[in-house]
């Protein structure tokens, strides 16, 4: 079954949207900030990339910043 939970989350993300891809990102106070997502952890917090060292994000903590 761990196994299983790998495998799952190696495909989800396969195509995370924006992974590896230097994005601007807002913190829920509002504070925007460049970061690079770099995967999921077990517990589904994202992993970003931000000032140089890795930040886990819980759901709705950062949203993407549309860019036109």
Known sequence: ??????????????????????????HAQGSRFPGVIEGVEDDGRLRVLADGQVVLYDLKEITYVRED
């Open 1 to 26: 079954i761990k196994q299983r939970r790998f495998d799952l989350k190696d495909r989800y993300e396969a195509v995370l949207y924006w992974k590896g891809v230097p994005r601007t990102f807002c």
